[in-house]
């Protein structure tokens, strides 16, 4: 019996872990690309960097983005992309 109680102990903790520390960082996760994968033109994104943009296109895993007064466009890839502003 005294066997079961330290497995038992080992089960808990990792139960413990999981719903801390690894569910919340797969459904960010998810979040995050269910995100990226419904970018459009037009929409207003924050790199990783902090650059803040408007989506003048989108090709495959590229993105063209303008910022700033003078509209410079630069393109960078989806993974790039921290979130979305509405």
């Not at 459009?40 to 924050?46: L, N, S």
């Not at 960097?49 to 989108?58: E, P, T």
């Amino acid at each position: 019996m005294a066997n079961y109680s330290g497995l038992l102990i080992y089960v808990a903790m990792f139960a413990v872990l999981y719903f801390i520390l690894i569910r919340p960082q797969k459904k960010r996760k998810n979040q995050l690309e269910s995100m990226r994968s419904d970018l459009k033109a037009g929409d207003k994104i924050v790199t990783v960097g902090g650059l803040i943009g408007q989506i003048v296109s989108v090709k495959d895993d590229d993105i063209t983005i303008e910022v700033g007064v003078e509209k410079s466009k630069l393109v960078i890839k989806k993974w790039g992309i921290y979130s979305k502003e509405d």
